[in-house]
């Protein structure tokens, strides 16, 4: 017989798992053939981190932002990013007022002031305009002439990248690239979804997305996240994964120091606790294991990874070396 704290865990777990199957329910009616990128997403929400969603035009990533603020009651804007964009076009700008014959400076807010925002072909910008950002990724705060203004309560970013154009591009420093807690590889549609898209997107259907969440919804999930308990061997699983992807130290795995020019620092170990926890609850289970290591081990690695010259003339790929040393666990 349960304790009646432990009622009231699991009545909670069970109450944020039947809003977030809405959510994607609701998703999937306008997000065709993305399953698995949508249960990504919503556990890196869950989880309070920023994903970078990397795909090719087309595969309905605005429109997935789009869906998620719907579904999930937040105010979400869009930024594309352009080489001529500037950090005052992200986070606002002052503009000299007149009253009553005084004249004051007044902070006029940039679409940054959201609390889910699409940083659309985030590469694009020039690195200036990049480091905008991080100040709002980290701190949710903006700076502005010396005063700092705090952004909407949650805040998240998803950006994206075209991973085939890189003429004109300014990479993400690793600095940066860091601050996203997963890269999500989105890939085409298979056959049966794309054919269900094309008569669903040029009827008459409606595809408006009903909301299954609050914002005071989320933030209370991303709290539970943060009270589940986790075992010994889902740590132990996590700290072995990721110290064996480290070169040129110890326990790290065959071939690393000769594959990786440099890995994933102790802030992949924190991104992989947050996410199999959050991965957990999606599924309805109050712990994680190590599965969900399993299962979240690319998403949370492959940005924080670099291969070295020999790994590229060998036509190995980031995913295919941490394929590697997931089997170990």
Do not use: C
């Amino acid at each position: 017989m349960y304790h009646p704290t432990e009622h009231s865990i699991v009545a909670r777990a069970d109450d944020i798992r039947a809003k977030v199957t809405r959510a994607r329910e609701a998703i999937g009616r306008v997000i065709f053939g993305q399953d698995t990128v949508v249960e990504l997403v919503l556990v890196n929400i869950l989880s309070g981190g920023h994903a970078l969603l990397i795909g090719v035009p087309g595969l309905a990533k605005t429109s997935l932002v789009e869906a998620l603020g719907s579904a999930l009651g937040l105010n979400a804007k869009r930024i594309q990013f352009t080489p001529d964009l500037m950090p005052s076009d992200i986070v606002g700008t002052e503009v000299l007022e007149e009253k009553a014959g005084t004249r004051t400076f007044r902070f006029i807010e940039g679409p940054v002031f959201t609390q889910l925002l699409m940083a659309d072909e985030i590469n694009r910008a020039s690195p200036k305009t990049q480091s905008a950002l991080l100040q709002a990724m980290q701190e949710r705060q903006v700076t502005y002439a010396g005063q700092t203004y705090s952004l909407p309560m949650p805040f998240f970013v998803l950006a994206t990248q075209n991973p085939l154009e890189q003429e004109g591009t300014y990479p993400l420093p690793e600095a940066q690239l860091d601050r996203f807690l997963m890269q999500i590889d989105v890939t085409y549609p298979d056959a049966a979804a794309e054919r269900r898209m094309l008569f669903s997107t040029t009827g008459t259907e409606d595809r408006k997305v009903h909301q299954a969440l609050s914002a005071e919804d989320v933030m209370a999930a991303q709290r539970f996240v943060r009270q589940m308990p986790a075992g010994d061997s889902v740590a132990d699983a996590i700290l072995k994964l990721v110290r064996s992807a480290r070169p040129q130290t110890e326990g790290a795995a065959p071939r690393i120091n000769e594959l990786v020019a440099w890995g994933p620092g102790p802030r992949a170990s924190q991104a992989l606790m947050m996410t199999v926890r959050a991965r957990a609850l999606v599924e309805g289970r109050l712990a994680p294991s190590v599965d969900d290591v399993i299962a979240m081990a690319k998403p949370v690695l492959r940005h924080r990874m670099a291969l070295t010259f020999t790994a590229r003339t060998e036509n190995i790929a980031v995913d295919q070396v941490i394929d590697g040393l997931v089997a170990t666990l």
